[in-house]
Structure formats: C-alpha cells, structure tokens
C-alpha cells in the first residue's frame, strides 16, 4: 500500500484578501511544523483538498470553523515479465469550513502575527486543520484541539504537543 499525504489546498473564495490571508496561515504552519505540509494552490484542479467561507456558519451553534478528513483508495495493476502487481494507493485530503464573518473581522491584523485576531485565526485554523489530520477534540483546555477558541488568547495554547502529534501523523504510512 502507498500512502499519500500531500495536501493542495484550494481556497475557494474570489476574495484576494481571505486569500492572502489563507496563505500567511498555512505559511506560519509550515514554519511551526518544520515542512510543507500544506500547499496552497491557485487553481482548483491542482487541488486535493478545500477551505470554504460560509457566512453565518457561527449561528449553527456558535461555529466558527469545521474540518474534516477525507481519504480516496485507488487500485492500480501493473503487468510486469513476472506477473500482475497490484498497488493500493490510499490518499489523504481534507475539507475546511470557516465561517466568513469571523475572518473578516479579523483578517487586517493577520500580518501582525502577536495581535489577538492573528492568534486567534491561527488557533482557529490549526484546530480545523487538526480535524483534517484525523485528530479529534481533547478535553484538555491547553490542547488546540480543545473544542473552543477564544477571541482573545485567555489561554495557554500547546503548540508544541499539537505540531509534534501532526508531524507523527504525517510521517505515518498509516
Ligand atoms: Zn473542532
């Protein structure tokens, strides 16, 4: 079996602010994760994975974002002098969900990257991406996948556990 875990984000918004802002995002989170563990693309079809901006997601009970994991099998024979070999090759993609308001609230801080709006998408970004990498919420209030992201950071936020268990997931066939 061939695992791939290579995720080409396409940002579907016409808004060159949202993605912009999507790009210095994923830019910080390769630089925390020490790899591109995530391309942003330009057009759809170079893509494997999605973030979408919805307005009024947040009244659908207060959600300011959704991720999910999404994984395609696809079987391959090859005929070679020996014989037929059969290859599975399962890829890894995802889909994101944030809601539009919120980020455009915030997104004029976003170059800033101490200000409480840029902590805040960070958190909020890293968490549904965290959902894409197959990781689910944590009771633990220092952990991003803790189900809540303040506005403010009022919390410590572990960074460290998070990219550390990211890494691992990445460099897993599995
Ligand atoms: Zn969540």
């Not at 925390?32 to 919805?54: C, H, K, W, Y």
């Not at 099998?73 to 969900?97: C, F, P, W």
């Not at 220092?142 to 460099?171: C, E, G, H, Q």
């Amino acid at each position: 079996m061939v695992t791939v875990k290579d995720f080409r984000i396409y940002a579907e918004t016409q808004d060159p602010d949202l993605q912009n802002a999507i790009k210095i995002l994923a830019k910080r989170y390769n630089k925390d994760m020490g790899s591109q563990a995530l391309t942003i693309v330009d057009q759809p079809e170079d893509s494997n994975s999605r973030i979408r901006f919805v307005r009024g997601l947040h009244n659908d009970g207060h959600k300011l974002g959704l991720g999910k994991w999404i994984t395609t099998k696809k079987q391959q024979s090859t005929l070679t002098l020996k014989g037929e070999k059969n290859t599975e090759t399962v890829a890894y993609a995802m889909e994101i969900e944030f809601d539009q308001e919120n980020f455009e609230t915030k997104l004029a801080a976003l170059e800033n990257s101490g200000s409480d709006e840029a902590q805040h998408l960070y958190h909020l970004f890293c968490h549904e991406i965290g959902h894409g990498l197959q990781m689910e919420h944590s009771p633990e209030h220092a952990n991003v996948m803790y189900p809540t992201i303040p506005d403010k950071p009022i919390r410590y936020v572990d960074y460290k556990a998070y990219f550390s268990r990211a890494r691992s997931f990445l460099s897993k066939s599995h």
